[in-house]
């Protein structure tokens, strides 16, 4: 089955700059990789996906790159800002119309922006 | 449009008791998904339901089982509960299935003493 790795685990930075988060996956055939925000207390929200056929998608301060043939993907926010401190989960699965694939979370990495 | 909701958002049961956890999805949503969270293992899938039918299942054991109804609303029971089942229980909705666009509840805590 697949098998998603995410790291870092706990990730600081300061104010203004930049986050990076890194996730590798390891079944070929996924094509659907999203990813989560949850915020403490609060559930999972989707925050931007991309899709296999699609090497970046951006959406404001949000982008997020896929590198098929190595099987990783990352999450880049710019201009962070204390709002986007959060447990961020990037996530792999086949995506099919009327499909039956589970999604299979990453272990999470925990952002601190730094005021 | 209302979101996915999940009752009840908290709940405290003894060991060896048995819980059912319930989630109504997006209007329109056709499948439900379940997952388990806890700090330690992260969010780990339980099983989805497609028009009333089981389609996956994650690597729980067998106490661990769901249901869906004609709505599309869905159950899931724990029998015999034990300390370690003591976690956040999510449910996602979507409207093709497990892996497209899932849209979470805001989970049950269940507590297990």
């Known amino acids: 089955g697949e098998n998603v790795e995410q790291h870092p685990s706990t990730l600081s930075v300061q104010e203004g700059d930049s986050a990076v988060i890194k996730c590798t996956y390891s079944?070929?055939?996924?094509?659907?990789f999203p990813w989560y925000k949850q915020e403490l207390g609060k559930r999972p929200q989707l925050i931007i996906d991309?899709?296999?056929?699609?090497g970046e998608k951006k959406d404001q301060r949000i982008a997020v790159t896929l590198n098929k043939t190595a099987k990783h993907f990352s999450l880049h926010i710019t201009e962070t800002q204390p709002e986007d401190s959060a447990v961020y989960f990037c996530?792999?699965?086949?995506?099919?119309?009327?499909?039956?694939?589970?999604?299979?979370f990453g272990t999470g990495t925990r952002l601190t922006i730094i005021p | 449009k209302a979101g996915v909701t999940q009752t009840p958002r908290y709940l405290i049961k003894t060991r060896g008791q048995q819980v059912t956890l319930s989630c109504s999805p997006i209007?329109?949503?056709?499948?439900v998904s379940w997952y388990q969270q806890t700090p330690g293992q992260g969010l780990q899938f339980l099983f989805e339901?497609?028009?009333?039918?089981?389609?996956n299942k994650g690597n729980f054991p067998g106490r661990f089982s769901g249901r869906q109804f004609s709505n599309s609303r869905s159950e899931m029971n724990v029998s015999t509960l034990e300390l370690g089942d003591s976690a956040l229980y999510l449910c996602?909705?979507?409207?093709?299935?497990?892996?497209?666009?899932?849209?979470f509840g805001q989970g049950t805590r269940l507590t297990v003493v």
């Open positions: 996602a909705s979507s409207w093709t299935g497990a892996a497209g666009e899932a849209f």
């Open positions: 079944d070929s055939a996924s094509n659907y």
């Open positions: 339901y497609f028009s009333e039918t089981q389609r």
């Open positions: 991309i899709r296999s056929n699609v």
């Open positions: 209007s329109g949503h056709r499948s």
């Open positions: 996530a792999a699965s086949i995506l099919r119309h009327f499909g039956n694939e589970k999604l299979t």
